[in-house]
């Protein structure tokens, strides 16, 4: 039995649930309610299937030149992967090698700490302050690179870019990763730290077409940084599997980028009724916080959290709970259609 003596020993990340049963109302992975654009349907059908007998294009060329023409930047400062977890995962082997601690809030995606575990990589969770926003002195001292989530998941907080340049501005020694997961349900495009990688060669903003683009199911996700960032990640992305986006992916993401109109239609349409929803729950009694994402983070001034989320549960509406300290009073909803939204409001009237 010593063979297990030498076992990578790490305790996996716990995903939201996937439910099989299509009546289930599914509020718990922050996906979009609404199907991908028809751009993506029509690449889809149009896909030679005997082209499957081939690899893929390793480069992911027509991918990388649809997101650099989608952010005016260069193909060369994009880096593409299943997924952002896969983009992330990939970040920190690449970048968090001082032996220096890594730093990210304690109220966060709760993938980092798992990565940085798996990779054997030091880190220090730092509080974010009452009300969940993050304290920007804990990462001006010394660290061996930093991870935010910006606007920060579960929280939905949006923290301002300034604060972020800063910290940015103050850690040319380490890479500062910026999570944009969420970014395209914020408000405003200046939100985003997108633009400050021409100024800043140390910063990686992760972005993922599993929200806003509505593919999830398609695994796409990508980074964007200075040319020299991004090399270092194909030096260890083709060091570990060379081709990792299919070509259906690959044709499908390109597909979504082209469509721009799509994509901010239904962008809108999830902020629209994120701000009803807003409103609809405080009338039930439920504080939220200030939400620039797909979901809504609520506490009941009455009810624990748990019980709710249980109540729901038993009624086929899936919402997401953590027993954790800090947020286990928290619900974490995601934004459906209206549709779903009302048959939750409907229930939680009758139950609250
Ligand atoms: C959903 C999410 C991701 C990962 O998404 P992928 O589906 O792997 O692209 C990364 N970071 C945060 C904060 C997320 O919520």
């Known amino acids: 039995m010593n063979w297990e003596n030498n076992v990578r020993r790490v305790v996996p990340y716990t995903a939201g649930e996937q439910p099989q049963d299509p009546s289930v109302i599914k509020l718990n992975t922050n996906e979009c309610p609404y199907p991908p654009s028809p751009k993506v349907a029509d690449a889809l059908r149009d896909y030679d299937i005997c082209n499957l007998r081939k690899y893929p294009d390793m480069n992911i060329t027509l991918l990388l030149e649809a997101l650099a023409r989608l952010h005016g930047i260069l193909p060369e400062q994009i880096f593409v992967g299943i997924g952002s977890d896969d983009v992330l995962s990939m970040a920190f082997m690449t970048f968090f090698n001082s032996g220096k601690p890594v730093l990210f809030p304690d109220v966060t995606y709760s993938f980092y700490d798992v990565w940085a575990d798996l990779y054997k990589i030091p880190y220090e969770c730092k509080p974010l302050d009452e009300n969940f926003n993050i ?200 934004v459906g259609t209206d549709e779903e939204m009302d048959t939750m409001i409907a229930f939680l009237k009758k139950y609250l």
């Open 135 to 334: 304290v920007k002195e804990d990462y001006l001292k010394e660290n061996g690179g930093i991870v935010i989530a910006n606007p920060n998941a579960p929280t939905a907080i949006l923290a301002p870019v300034s604060d972020l340049e800063e910290i940015i501005q103050a850690n040319p020694d380490s890479v500062v990763i910026i999570d944009e997961a969420y970014i395209d349900f914020a408000d405003e495009k200046k939100d985003s730290c997108l633009p400050l990688i021409d100024k800043y060669d140390n910063l990686l903003v992760t972005r993922t077409f599993s929200k806003s683009r509505s593919m999830a199911g398609m695994r796409i996700g990508y980074a964007c940084g200075s040319k020299k960032l991004i090399k270092y990640l194909n030096d260890v992305k083709f060091s570990f599997n060379s081709y990792t986006l299919s070509t259906p992916a690959i044709l499908a993401g390109a597909a979504s980028v082209e469509d721009n109109d799509y994509f901010e239609d239904i962008c809108n349409k999830v902020r629209r009724t994120r701000k009803r929803v807003w409103q609809e729950l405080r009338s039930l009694g439920f504080e939220e916080t200030v939400s620039h994402t797909n979901f809504l983070f609520a506490s009941h001034e009455k009810i624990p959290a748990g019980q709710i989320f249980e109540a729901l549960k038993e009624n086929k509406i899936y919402v997401r709970h953590w027993n954790k300290p800090r947020i286990d009073n928290f619900l974490r909803i995601t």
